[in-house]
C-alpha cells in the first residue's frame, strides 16, 4: 500500500514507479516529483489520490511528471503539472470524475468492448483533453470546465469513432483555447458554453456527408456572422462535415 511517494528527477532521466497485476487500487496516495507511473497491468481504481510534478507548467509533455494506467474508474484526484493517460479495460464501463487537473493533459483511450464511458464533473484549467474513441463506445463527456489563460492550442479534441458515433458532448464550458472544441467524429453537442477560444468549434470529418449537431450551445454572442466566423465546416474546406448551430442559446447555460 502507498501512502506517499517522493521523487526527484529531470526531464531526462525520471525515476519510473511500476504496477503490475490485475486486480490493485489507488487510493488516497501522493506522488510528488518528476517521474513517471505505469501499470502494466489492470488498475481496478484511482481515487483521492494527488499527483504533483512539482515543477513550472510549461506546455510540453517533457517537463510534466507521466502517468499512465489502464483502469476504469479515475475520480476524486488531483493532477498537478501531469501528463495523463488513460486506458479503459475491455468489457466494462469507464469513469473519470470530479478530478481537478492543472497544467497537464488528459488523454483516454476507450477500446472496443467498451460498455459505456462517463467523463464528467471535471475541472481542466490549462489541461487538454483528448478522448479516443473506437468503434461503438456509447460515450458521455458532461459537467466539465475545461478552461485556458494561456491559448493552448485544443481544449477538448476527439479523435476516432468515424463509422458509428454515440458521443454525446453536453453542459460543459469550453473557452480560452485555439480551438475549443476539435472533432473527428461526427457528436452531438448541445447545452455547452463555448467562447473565446480562436476557433471554437472545428469538424474535421474527412467525408462531407457527415453533419454535426451543434445547437442549443452559447458561443458568446448572437451574431450569426461572428459565431459561423469561429466554426471550421464544409463552408471552409468541402471535404469537411458541415455543422448545423441552430437554434442558439440566448445566453450562457447555467443549469
Known amino acids: 500500500e502507498f501512502t506517499s511517494v517522493n521523487a526527484t528527477g529531470d526531464s531526462g532521466q525520471k525515476p519510473e514507479i511500476k504496477f503490475v497485476g490485475n486486480d490493485s487500487s489507488l487510493s488516497y496516495c ?7 507511473t505505469r501499470g502494466q497491468g489492470e488498475v481496478n481504481q484511482v481515487t483521492h489520490c494527488s499527483f504533483d510534478s512539482k515543477t513550472p507548467q510549461a506546455n510540453n509533455d517533457d517537463s510534466r511528471q507521466k502517468i499512465e494506467f489502464k483502469c476504469n474508474q479515475i475520480s476524486y ?4 503539472g501531469v ?6 479495460i475491455s468489457g466494462s464501463s469507464f469513469i473519470y470524475a470530479d478530478n481537478t487537473n492543472t497544467g497537464g493533459s488528459v488523454e483516454v483511450r476507450l477500446e472496443d468492448g467498451t460498455d459505456t464511458a462517463e467523463i464528467k464533473n471535471n475541472q481542466l484549467t490549462d489541461t487538454a483533453l483528448k478522448v479516443r474513441v473506437q468503434q461503438q463506445t456509447p460515450t458521455l463527456i458532461t459537467g466539465n470546465r475545461i478552461e485556458s489563460n494561456s491559448n493552448y492550442e485544443k481544449g ?3 479523435d476516432g469513432n468515424k463509422d458509428s458515433v454515440q458521443t454525446t458532448v453536453e453542459y460543459n464550458t469550453i473557452t480560452g483555447w485555439q480551438v475549443g472544441i476539435n472533432s473527428q467524429s461526427a457528436n452531438l453537442i448541445r ?5 473565446n477560444n480562436g476557433i471554437n468549434l472545428k469538424n474535421d470529418v474527412n467525408w462531407k456527408q457527415v ?3 451543434a445547437g442549443n450551445n452559447w458561443w458568446g454572442t448572437l ?10 465546416d464544409y463552408h471552409d474546406d468541402i471535404n469537411k462535415g458541415k455543422v448545423n448551430y441552430s437554434p442558439l442559446l440566448t445566453q450562457a447555460y447555467d443549469g
Open 156 to 158: 477538448l479534441d476527439l
Open 77 to 80: 484526484n488531483t493532477f498537478d
Open 211 to 213: 453533419e454535426m449537431n
Open 83 to 88: 501528463a495523463a493517460t488513460f486506458e479503459m
Open 30 to 36: 501522493q506522488f510528488n516529483g518528476l517521474f513517471q
Open 191 to 195: 447545452y455547452n458554453n463555448i467562447y
Open 223 to 232: 451574431d450569426a456572422s461572428l459565431i459561423a466566423a469561429k466554426i471550421i
